[in-house]
C-alpha cells in the first residue's frame, strides 16, 4: 500500500476527521485526500463520509 494511503488509514483509525484536515495533516492536497479515500474504498475499506469528515466504519 502506498504510503500517504497508509498514513491516511492511519488517521482514520482515530476517529472522524475531516478532509482539510487529513490534507493539512499529510501535506497533501484536499482533491489527493479524496483519491486516496476512494482507493481505500476500492482495496474494500468502509470508509464513510458525514458532517464530521471522513471515518473508518470497517477494515476488509
Request: hydrophobic letters at 45%; zero cysteines.
Amino acid at each position: 500500500m502506498q504510503a500517504t494511503r497508509e498514513r491516511v488509514l492511519d488517521a482514520l483509525v482515530d476517529g472522524p476527521v475531516t478532509g482539510p484536515d487529513l490534507a493539512e495533516r499529510l501535506g497533501v492536497s484536499r482533491a489527493a485526500v479524496w483519491k486516496h479515500v476512494e482507493a481505500l474504498r476500492e482495496a474494500g475499506f468502509d470508509v464513510e463520509s458525514g458532517d464530521d469528515g471522513y471515518r473508518l466504519a470497517a477494515v476488509p
